[in-house]
């Protein structure tokens, strides 16, 4: 990986690592669909959501593991001279096995705390809870920040 790879990544995950909601797309057969859920990140950048497998994206995401994902500051204001954002694609998964759930949930009440005695590893394990833990591993990357990469606007990284 060469530096100018390595200053990407990190800036991306110093990014990643001070936000916590991201906007998911997943698509039907006909029809794309966007849902708004909290996540977590791990050192290799796979984002973890929690979130019902019921619902429409949860359905979707079944039947076509392949989605895109947005992250940004919705405080920043239109004039602002330096928009900052994350744009990317992936594949989603269940989290399987009580190991990987517990780090998965874990890593995602501390990102979002509030949650930890409503959403228990238990309770996703054994089904009591309606939601699950589903891991994102991006495949490609878009960082917008122009004051980063002032001459491109962007730094992208394949995963």
Not at 34 to 60: C, Q
Not at 101 to 117: D, F, M, Q, S, V
Request: with cysteine.
């Amino acid at each position: 990986m060469n530096t100018k790879n390595q200053g990407v990544r990190k800036n991306i995950k110093e990014f990643l690592a001070a936000h916590g909601i991201l906007t998911l797309a997943t698509v039907s057969d006909k029809e794309p669909w966007v849902a708004t859920v909290y996540y977590a990140v791990d050192d290799k950048m796979n984002l973890f959501i929690l979130t019902d497998p019921a619902s429409r994206h949860g359905r979707e995401m079944a039947k076509n593991p392949k989605v895109a994902f947005s992250i940004y500051d919705s405080q920043q204001p239109n004039s602002a001279p330096v928009k900052i954002g994350i744009q990317g694609t992936g594949t989603i998964s269940p989290v399987k096995g009580l190991a990987a759930n517990t780090k998965a949930l874990l890593a995602w009440h501390k990102a979002n705390p509030g949650k930890e005695a409503d959403i228990t590893v238990k309770d996703v394990i054994k089904v009591v809870t309606d939601c699950r833990m589903y891991q994102i591993t991006p495949k490609f990357i878009k960082h917008f920040n122009k004051a980063l990469y002032p001459m491109v606007k962007y730094g992208e990284i394949e995963l």
